[in-house]
């Protein structure tokens, strides 16, 4: 069980050295290679996409055509969408 709701990051640890030591040795090359050979055993596509700009792009673009009475679409919500397009090869 990955329950990240109860550790609060810099919340915990703070802003000192030994924090962002902590988050600078972050092994993104192995999580990278993990993810993508999980992935192909899995048979299911990897797709870098470059997230630039996707936060406001969603926000203008999507996030008030996709709110609804019942659900209120964020802004995070509204730039998994713009991510999505650009993986499809959508502007």
């Avoid at 915990?12 to 993990?34: D, E, V, Y």
């Avoid at 995070?76 to 499809?88: C, F, T």
Wanted: aromatic content about 6%.
């Amino acid at each position: 069980d990955l329950d990240f709701a109860a550790q609060k990051g810099r919340e915990k640890h703070g802003r000192n050295k030994r924090f962002r030591r902590l988050l600078s040795r972050f092994p993104t090359a192995k999580l990278k290679a993990r993810l993508v050979s999980m992935a192909a055993e899995q048979n299911v596509a990897v797709v870098a996409v470059d997230p630039a700009y996707t936060s406001r792009w969603g926000a203008q673009h999507w996030q008030k055509p996709l709110t609804t009475p019942r659900r209120r679409m964020s802004r995070h919500d509204a730039a998994s969408i713009a991510v999505g397009r650009r993986a499809l090869g959508h502007p």
